[in-house]
């Protein structure tokens, strides 16, 4: 109880008397921390991943080798479901919908959980990469340190992003990759107030790495002179890259629905999955594990099998990270698509030199590298990641204007084959997709009951026009509510404009009740309703104001002059700091 104590005043000490007089400085101090523990995270899964790797390597040769990323992936399911019972907080778009609609709160125990159960997988050989478990692993331990500062739902989200980027950064060296990789795909917005700490995270995160595995850059390069016809071959790389980052993405949703219907337990799903990729490597061992060793030969131009081979192996890694991600095993997209872009790249450029010999082709490596990024820009389209990651991770830049060619058009076909991206696909089709500073995510933050007008002056169906006359006189409203006297039930609503042809008739007057003016058919909402479904129904109908109801009774009405002003407040918060 004492240390409890202690800790509590600890909290409060840091919170209200050193940073709360500065939130900027309390940010960029947090993004240090939040970079830093992504960066240890990302370096402390590398390490795990590489000696198990090492560990099975003499096995792989065995005639029963096929079965060590089945035993992987039954290990990682198991652990998942049965261990903890963590498995929907593992991935990146669980990250996304963190951000999206929880303010950024995760769960403590997915700083750990990822990164266990994607090296099980990704050690025994299943095609998957290390880089989503970090994100995820980094995002959670940005929400546990903003929980501690009790940080608003904003800087949440933000640190969450600064974890994101320190992992990415880390694992690749690249801190620029890992700033543009958290604002454009994972908060999904450009804001200075974002960007300052999140670019801090990513230089800690780097500078961790650095520290302990030394200032190398991914992958090794060569100086590329780039002429005209490659230039303009790069065009047809990007239909080439595009094409096959919407194969993956249908191929892996595909799969993992399919696995979904078969039935039983999940481990055995998984096994079944992990087999099967085994089986591939056993004629293409380069679809095994995250791959890099394959990039480097075909950077390099090392690459010594023929152009059918390389074909080959470019569906067969799309179908083996299919089947590791898609029937259970843990991992990410980064490390697949890298290879797969690479292999596609070496595929488009000997298919070039075969029909094409007396054109001077640059060397096959940078095809590699422009289908890299081809890749990457289209699974997650996000162009600007594709861009500066390649760039970064190789240190070459005399690419850069191919690079462009090739990451615009590839996430530009991707969208109009799949409007959203892997990572945002299921988020979408489920409506749970909403970047902070939208009109949806504005919306979503509020709710029916917040913006109810109380003050209506409520009418029986049985009061005459002359009583209804005096109680206009006295109310500023043009609604109002019928309500049955006996039974308090909603039975419809008066507007001015439907007395207005009984007002000129005074012998009408006690001879019309309200019970034979109203509409009874008027559109209603109820207090849980999506706002935005309610406003929608409010533009259809072109409505000012609507009734609130809820189990028959009257509530209040809604309207668009409260909602426009809530709105707007409600847009300042979440695009200011509090």
């Known amino acids: 109880m004492k240390a409890v104590g202690r800790l509590q005043s600890w909290r409060r000490i840091a919170e209200w008397r050193l940073f709360r007089s500065d939130d900027r400085l309390l940010m960029i101090l947090l993004a240090l921390v939040v970079g830093a523990c992504g960066g240890l995270a990302a370096v402390a899964f590398n390490r795990g991943l590489t000696a198990l790797f090492n560990w099975l ?302 054109v001077e082709w640059i060397e096959e490596g940078c095809f590699a590298l422009l289908g890299m990024a081809g890749l990457i820009s289209g699974m997650l389209q996000a162009p600007l990641t594709g861009i500066f990651l390649i760039v970064e991770i190789t240190g070459g830049y005399e690419a850069i204007l191919p690079l462009i060619i090739v990451s615009t058009v590839s996430t530009t076909i991707c969208h109009f084959l799949e409007p959203a991206s892997f990572y945002m696909k299921d988020l979408v089709e489920r409506g749970q997709l909403l970047r902070p500073g939208t009109d949806a995510r504005v919306l979503s933050d509020m709710q029916v009951g917040e913006l109810l007008e109380t003050d209506c002056t409520v009418v029986s169906p049985g009061m005459r026009l002359r009583q209804f006359i005096e109680v206009i006189k006295r109310s500023r409203r043009n609604y109002f509510p019928v309500i049955d006297p006996e039974s308090q039930r909603f039975l419809g609503l008066v507007r001015l404009d439907d007395i207005r042809p009984y007002l000129f008739d005074p012998l009408l007057y006690d001879a019309v009740v309200m019970g034979q003016i109203m509409d009874s058919q008027v559109a209603t909402a109820g207090p849980e309703d999506d706002l935005n479904e309610v406003l929608q129904h409010m533009d259809a109908a072109r409505l000012f104001s609507m009734p609130v109801v809820h189990q028959g009774r009257f509530l209040g009405m809604i309207s668009k002059a409260t909602l426009l002003d809530r709105y707007r407040r409600e847009l300042m918060v979440q695009t200011h700091w509090r």
């Open 57 to 358: 390597e003499p096995f792989r040769g065995e005639p029963w080798a096929f079965v060590l990323p089945g035993i992987g992936a039954l290990l990682s399911a198991v652990f998942l479901h049965r261990a903890i019972r963590n498995s929907a907080d593992n991935g990146v778009p669980n990250l996304i919908h963190a951000v999206s609609r929880q303010g950024g709160r995760m769960r403590s125990r997915s700083i750990l959980s990822p990164l266990v159960s994607s090296c099980l997988t990704i050690g025994s050989g299943g095609s998957a990469g290390p880089e989503a478990p970090v994100v995820v692993s980094g995002g959670a331990i940005g929400s546990g340190i903003a929980r501690l500062f009790a940080l608003n739902d904003r800087q949440q989200i933000t640190l969450v992003g600064c974890g994101a980027a320190g992992a990415i950064a880390s694992i690749f060296n690249a801190p620029i990759s890992g700033l543009v990789f958290a604002v454009e795909v994972i908060l999904g917005e450009w804001s200075s107030l974002n960007i300052i700490p999140i670019a801090i995270a990513a230089v800690a995160g780097t500078e961790v790495s650095r520290t302990l595995r030394g200032n190398q850059i991914a992958f090794d390069h060569r100086l590329f002179d780039i002429g005209l016809p490659d230039i303009i071959a790069s065009a047809g790389l990007a239909v080439v890259a595009g094409l096959a980052s919407v194969l993956l993405t249908r191929m892996l949703y595909r799969i993992h629905r399919l696995s979904g219907k078969t039935g039983g337990p999940v481990w055995l799903r998984a096994a079944v999955g992990g087999c099967a990729v085994g089986f591939i490597g056993m004629a293409l061992p380069v679809v095994l594990g995250e791959g890099y060793h394959a990039i480097d030969a075909m950077i390099a131009g090392h690459f010594t099998p023929g152009l059918a081979i390389v074909a080959a192996a470019t569906l067969a890694k799309i179908l083996a990270t299919a089947l590791t991600l898609g029937s259970g095993g843990s991992g990410g997209i980064f490390a697949p698509s890298l290879v797969i872009g690479s292999l596609a790249g070496l595929t488009y450029h000997r298919a070039l030199t075969m029909f094409w010999p007396s």
